[in-house]
Every structure is written in C-alpha cells, then in structure tokens.
C-alpha cells in the first residue's frame, strides 16, 4: 500500500475510533454508519455511502446485488459490522467485494468490540 493510501486507511481507522469512543459498542450497525459518514465529512475524507455494485449474471446485469458501505476516495472499501465476532463469512464478503470493484485495500471493522482496534481487519489483493 503506497504511503497516500496507508495515511488515508489511518485517518479512516481514527474517524472510526473517535465515533466507537463516543458510542461504544452494542449499538446497531446503521447508527454507527450515520455517525461514521458524518465523522468522515468532517474530516473532509471523500467517501460514497452504500454504494450500489451491480454485476453481470448470464449476460445481464443485476443492479442491486452488492451495497458497499462505504467507497473511500475511490481506493478503500470499508465494510462495517456490529457482531458478537467476525466470522469467515465477513471475511469472504469484504474480499469478493475489492475482486468485483478493482480495489485493492479494505477495511473491515467490527463496532461490538470494547477496544475497537481489536475489530479491525485490513484485507488486500
């Protein structure tokens, strides 16, 4: 990951601990995805919010087969969760979604941890 992209997965990662610090866990995923979205425009970190990723199947398209929570400038997908544990399955989730986009890096964050830097999984191509 070049030194733009690390530094932009960091501001993200602390847009992240500063609404899970004032929320803590337990809460629904859309609360935290509301309160993240406003924390990353006022960090005036360019993002997309549940991002429609269509795909092709049998020669058609299907519009509405992915939301991707968060586009990060174009570059970093973030996938976000409130679960007792990640499982595999999210795992498998976040990388067919950088697979189907082109993007490399992904961060897939878990709120319903008491110390949010123990959900957080960076995944890559």
């Known amino acids: 990951m070049s030194l733009e992209k690390e530094d932009l ?12 610090k004032h929320l803590g866990p337990g809460l629904l995923e859309s609360t ?9 425009r006022h960090l005036n970190i360019p993002f ?5 990723l269509p795909i092709k199947y049998r020669g058609e398209t299907v ?17 976000l969760k409130s679960v007792d544990r990640l499982a595999p399955i ?26 949010l830097r123990d959900g957080i999984q960076r995944l890559s191509l």
């Open 90 to 115: 999210h795992t498998a989730q976040t990388l067919t979604y950088l697979r189907l986009t082109n993007i490399k890096t992904a961060l897939l964050i878990n709120f319903n941890t008491p110390l």
């Open 48 to 52: 997309e919010q549940q991002k429609i």
């Open 32 to 40: 935290y995805e509301t309160c993240l979205a406003i924390e990353l």
């Open 9 to 20: 997965a960091g501001r993200v990662i602390g847009a992240a601990i500063a609404v899970h």
């Open 63 to 79: 519009n509405d087969a992915y939301r991707l929570d968060f586009v990060i400038n174009n570059e970093l997908i973030l996938e």
